[in-house]
């Protein structure tokens, strides 16, 4: 492991690997989160778009690497516990550094604990100062809450991540649990002040925080830095052509992507993006309006549009994608290689795909597993994901009198049994309610899966 000085950790070193010295000077003098040189590069030349962070000078990759869903060696689908393919995921982060991704995000809750492992061995077969790491203090359970149980979770990631300072550290999904939970969890037991102190010993290089929730624990943090008593280098939202305007619509409890975009904006604190697809949702729309996305831009992915939309905000650092598979991976890196920034008349036409999406009944999961694992055995996000799904492709069997009832009704069932298997169905929900405080989307989990139960009966009985 590479050994430093801990107060000189970030400039010297970065910016003589990156080649940005100047620039990053002028980055931080014009005291705007400015795009760099390569954010200009012009279309079709197949280099990474960077943006620079103006608090240390980072120039980061637009397209970040989500570590929260890796590849397996078995079917997640099929079994409950797969095991991470360890040489598939190295293979992916060779190619993702390669071509010029450097941001990759992980954290202690990601794939049952083990998305540090994995990404430590991964990573530490570069040099480290060609990647940025950032990972969370996922310290949700109270049984973490004390100081030394948080403690020890933060130095927990260093080890399993091999190494001795984190680029990009979070606190994770502030906003659950409200004020209750911010308190307990970094407050009260002098966590954030502890976190603070490394960062001046140079071993956090960035301090921030990711939100879900309750979005008054969102304005007390920006009204802390704004009093003085911390700086936020950096913040992560869920951003999407959706959530911009019409969070709301998907659950009352969301925040519109706009207000909280432009919060940031206003205090100079760059954005990071989750949920650039919303779980999937938008890289699978339904067949009309994907024939209007081609019709528009014939060569590219539905989902490009979605990640196109998501970096073209100029205060956004990067955008992270969980990539599970070599295929989208190479897929994201050539929408951002070079970055093709969606026009006035693109944002005008995706609000409109925005009002036509929420007329369906999907569900809001976005597949963060958070959830997971329930004591019943109920395989959630695979379940509202089939779903979502049929809804999409318009294979939801409403109306015995629809001359396409039968088709539908059978590929709902016939796929249903084939993504989830029956102990896993929603039919072995005792609704304990265990999953409710755990979901980021505030989704009433037992009432949908009860819903979808009651409509695969009805199915199963010829009845629509």
């Known amino acids: 492991m590479e050994k430093k000085d801990n107060n000189n950790i970030s400039r010297r070193r970065f910016l003589k690997h990156l080649g940005i010295g100047a620039l990053a000077g002028v980055a931080t003098a014009c005291g705007s989160n400015v795009v760099s ?14 943006r620079v962070n103006h608090n240390t000078g980072d120039s980061v990759s637009v397209l970040g690497y989500g570590c929260m869903r890796l590849p397996t060696k078995s079917d997640p689908k099929t079994d409950a516990d797969p095991e991470i393919d360890q040489e598939a995921v190295n293979a992916q982060v060779d190619y993702a550094l390669e071509h010029g991704v450097n941001y990759f995000d992980t954290s202690p809750a990601y794939c049952k604990g083990r998305s540090e492992h994995v990404m430590g061995i991964a990573l530490s077969r570069h040099p480290r100062d060609s990647y940025f790491i950032a990972t969370k203090l996922s310290n949700f359970a109270p049984s973490t809450w004390p100081r030394e149980e948080s403690i020890a979770m933060f130095e927990n990631s260093l080890k399993e991540l091999q190494t001795d300072y984190i680029d990009y550290l979070l606190l994770h999904a502030v906003g659950q649990g409200s004020f209750e939970a911010l308190n307990g969890r970094y407050i009260d037991n002098g966590i954030l002040d502890y976190l603070k102190e490394k960062k001046e010993a140079g071993v956090i290089r960035n301090l921030g925080f990711s939100y879900h929730g309750d979005v008054a624990v969102f304005d007390y943090l920006l009204e802390m830095m704004d009093r003085g008593e911390v700086h936020w280098d950096f913040v992560q939202i869920q951003l999407n052509y959706i959530d911009w305007n019409n969070a709301k619509k998907v659950n009352d409890s969301n925040t519109d992507a706009s207000y909280l975009y432009a919060e940031l904006e206003r205090r100079n604190i760059p954005v990071v993006i989750m949920e650039p697809l919303l779980g999937g949702r938008l890289a699978s729309v339904s067949a009309p309006i994907a024939a209007k996305m081609k019709q528009r831009r014939p060569d590219d992915s539905i989902a490009s549009w979605a990640f196109r939309y998501a970096g073209s905000h100029p205060g956004v650092l990067t955008v992270l994608s969980g990539m599970t598979y070599l295929d989208h991976l190479k897929e994201n890196v050539a929408t951002y290689s070079p970055l093709d920034p969606v026009t006035d008349e693109e944002n005008e036409f995706l609000e409109v795909v925005a009002q036509e999406i929420l007329q369906n ?48 009704r059978r590929a709902f069932l016939v796929g249903y049994d084939r993504t989830v298997p029956k102990l896993r169905q929603a039919s072995r929900c005792i609704a304990c309610g265990n999953c409710l405080s755990e979901c980021p989307q505030s989704i009433d989990i037992p009432g949908r899966l009860r819903e979808i139960d009651q409509y695969v009966d009805r199915l199963k009985s010829g009845k629509a």
């Open 37 to 50: 040189e390569t954010d200009k590069k012009k279309a079709g030349d197949g280099k990474m778009t960077y």
């Open 361 to 408: 009944d999907t569900v809001p999961c976005t597949d963060c597993k958070y959830c997971m694992p329930c004591p019943y055995g109920v395989n959630i996000p695979a379940i509202f994901a089939h779903y979502n799904k049929c809804v999409n492709d318009d294979n939801v069997a409403r109306d015995t009198r629809d001359p396409h009832y039968d088709k539908a």
